[in-house]
């Protein structure tokens, strides 16, 4: 019986964590979304156009009289600016300014101060816009005496840079997920992309180096592709090249699940903007929103230094590695790593995916081969266009969908998901250890799960319109 009930609850956990998998077969496990599809984005997001107005602005009156833009509660965009001058542009163009004392060019001058000294890891350090600063944190493994040393370090920087002890530990998120396996780990595939070259899965670089042989099941009966390019540290991104025959370019191919049988389709790629609401799913924790709350990150991850990260509250766990994040039918980023977890909240870092799509030289799945940075090739970034379809919340099949739009996955994908199911509860899967699981961390799971649940729902009420 107890047997039984265990099976029971890890199987409605990995259920939960498998709606990352892509219609053409990719186990997009950090599938989350967040494609709303009201009346008012006929051509563009509420987020988008307030992303747009405010880099506009900070474009335009330059470093040394703004310092960043976000978006605000009510969805307008605020522009950081240092004279009065500026704040008039500001208010002018149909943005909130905020008078700030440290312009762009002094934060920046900040962090690279913090990035010329002796590396510590356990740090990570971004500048929040909102607050006017540098925030350096400090995991629980940083020793006094470095601590008081960073600290001497922030002292002769000045009052832009604020200390910051954090619980936990900064660490790259590879292990304990049940999504793609390979010798060095256990990660979660991020976006299907393509090139003249062939197909692959985008994921973290730090999940494995060049060569690494991944399967989609962690007794490697079914192997899914190789590693052929990676970058970590410095950035956190890697590809996947998948065996012959494993995918295939397809209508349904940029969809990513969102578990239920469904997915969203993914239109473009684009970088976020702080203050906008983004969503990711892990095959190890589920699907999870929060915000983001920072640009350009550097974490000093033990394995090493990785710079131009962002920054969000959404929570992940020891597996979510490289899976994705995205917002409004735009891929944003893959997860590198964080601190904390999704019983007791944390921050979590993502690898932009424009930068690694420009770096790879490959695009989303569905894109068109050469498109910048696999972005709608009609919109330039953050902005991507979605159709009059999605506004009126159309569920449609694979290839005819609007962008954002919910819809189910197609016949091969549900097919794919579910031998994918079948593979991952099955007993002679499970390492033996596994096999041993205390009440309480029984309790955990079956918790974790409850609260994924509850996420997909409060995704399914707020966008009802689009779900299919």
Not at 167 to 177: I, K
């Amino acid at each position: 019986m107890r047997h039984a009930r265990r099976r029971i609850v890890r199987r409605g956990a990995r259920l939960a964590a498998v709606g990352g998998l892509l219609c053409g077969g990719l186990m997009v496990t950090h599938a989350m979304a967040s494609e709303p599809s009201d009346t008012s984005r006929a051509t563009e997001s509420s987020a988008q156009v307030a992303a747009d107005t405010g880099a506009g602005l900070v474009s335009r009156l330059g470093a040394s009289r703004t310092a960043g833009s976000w978006i605000a509660e009510d969805g307008r965009p605020v522009v950081a600016v240092t004279d009065t001058g500026a704040a008039a542009e500001v208010k002018r163009a149909g943005a909130r300014p905020k008078v700030v004392s440290h312009s762009m060019q002094d934060l920046k001058s900040a962090t690279e101060t913090l990035g010329s000294a002796p590396r510590v890891p356990g740090t990570a350090w971004a500048v929040d816009y909102t607050k006017n600063e540098v925030v350096v944190q400090a995991d629980s493994t940083v020793s006094a005496t470095d601590w008081s040393r960073m600290t001497k370090l922030a002292d002769g920087i000045g009052d832009s840079v604020r200390m910051q002890r954090t619980q936990g530990t900064f660490t790259t998120r590879v292990n304990g997920a049940q999504a793609i396996f390979s010798t060095s780990g256990r990660c979660s595939a991020g976006f299907n992309v393509s090139s003249p070259q062939g197909e692959f899965i985008l994921t973290a670089g730090h999940c494995g180096p060049e060569g690494s042989i991944w399967f989609s099941d962690n007794s490697g009966r079914q192997q899914v592709g190789r590693t052929v390019s990676t970058a970590f540290p410095g950035s956190d991104f890697s590809l996947i090249q998948y065996d012959a025959g494993k995918q295939q370019a397809a209508a349904g191919s940029n969809i990513v699940g969102i578990g239920g049988g469904n997915g969203v389709r993914i239109t473009g790629a684009a970088d976020p903007a702080v203050g906008q609401r983004v969503f990711r799913s892990g095959s190890t924790s589920g699907l999870h929103d929060g915000k983001v709350t920072a640009l350009n990150a550097t974490v000093n991850y033990p394995e090493g230094t990785v710079t131009g990260l962002v920054e969000t509250t959404v929570c992940a766990e020891p597996g979510d590695s490289g899976g994705p994040l995205f917002s409004e039918g735009i891929a944003l980023g893959v997860t590198s790593g964080g601190n904390g977890d999704c019983a007791t909240g944390g921050t979590t870092f993502f690898q932009p995916v424009t930068k690694a799509l420009t770096a790879l030289g490959v695009t989303l799945a569905g894109q068109p081969q050469g498109a910048a940075g696999g972005a709608t090739p009609a919109s330039p970034a953050p902005s991507a266009p979605a159709s009059a379809a999605a506004s009126q919340g159309a569920a449609a099949g694979p290839g005819s969908a609007a962008p954002g739009a919910v819809e189910p996955v197609d016949s091969t994908g549900a097919g794919t998901a579910e031998t994918f199911v079948t593979e991952l509860t099955d007993p002679q899967n499970v390492g033996p250890g596994l096999l041993v699981i205390a009440g309480s961390i029984i309790a955990l799971v079956a918790t974790r799960f409850i609260r994924t649940e509850q996420d997909r729902n409060a995704y399914r009420r707020q966008y009802s319109q689009s779900w299919g």
